[in-house]
């Protein structure tokens, strides 16, 4: 089954600066990779996604790239702003059985003022 | 638009009760999965909910099993419960289609197994 690995598991950065969180998974029949973003006390909001035909997608402050032949794909958070401030999750799954989707271990992102 | 919501919010139970934990779907999503995510560890796959079936199942025992109704709607029972069943129990809903596969989840329900 896949695997997924997620680093760092902390991050923490200064207002204004860029954040890169790093995923590797372990199927290659994998091709719908989203991330999700979790404030305390709440569920994950995905904020981002990517399928395998794209190498890389971008939505105002926040992009996601993916490398097939690798195996990882990485999120990138320009600008950061304390509100940034979460645990952010990436997964990986096969978009046309999406059902075992599978999680990263999570990255608490913390953003200084 | 309400998102997916959950009921209830926290709940508390003791060693080898049961417990229903209840979804309702995204207007216009078919399709719920069902999640655990353990204390600073992501969220692992419970099993998804379409056309009122089971339709696949991640590492869990039989002791985790759901229903899906007519509406949607879907419920989660854990029976025989025990300490490591403390957990953010999410719901997750979908549409199912090839060009339609983003979840969405919910606030989650918080579980306690004292």
């Known amino acids: 089954g896949e695997n997924v690995e997620q680093h760092p598991s902390t991050l923490s950065v200064q207002e204004g600066d860029s954040a890169v969180i790093k995923c590797t998974y372990s199927?290659?029949?994998?091709?719908?990779f989203p991330w999700y973003k979790q404030e305390l006390g709440k569920g994950p909001q995905l904020i981002i996604d990517i399928r395998s035909n794209v190498g890389e997608k971008k939505d105002q402050r926040i992009a996601v790239t993916l490398n097939k032949t690798a195996k990882h794909f990485s999120l990138h958070i320009t600008e950061t702003q304390p509100e940034d401030s979460a645990v952010y999750f990436c997964a990986a799954t096969w978009a046309d059985n999406n059902n075992d989707m599978r999680f990263g271990a999570g990255t608490r992102l913390t953003v200084k003022p | 638009d309400a998102g997916v919501t959950q009921s209830p919010t926290h709940l508390i139970k003791t060693r080898g009760q049961q417990v229903t934990l209840r979804c309702s779907p995204k207007?216009?999503?078919?399709?719920v999965s069902w999640y655990q995510q353990a204390l600073g560890q992501g969220p692992q796959f419970i099993f998804q909910?379409?056309?009122?079936?089971?339709?696949q199942r991640g590492n869990f025992p039989d002791r985790f099993s759901g229903h899906q109704f007519p509406n949607y709607s879907s419920e989660l029972n854990v029976n025989a419960l025990w300490l490591g069943d403390s957990a953010l129990y999410l719901c997750?809903?979908?549409?199912?289609?090839?060009?339609?596969?983003?979840?969405?989840f919910g606030p989650g329900t918080r579980l306690t197994v004292l």
């Open positions: 909910y379409y056309e009122e079936e089971e339709r």
């Open positions: 207007s216009g999503h078919d399709t």
């Open positions: 199927d290659s029949a994998s091709n719908y």
């Open positions: 997750a809903s979908s549409f199912d289609s090839p060009k339609t596969d983003t979840q969405y």
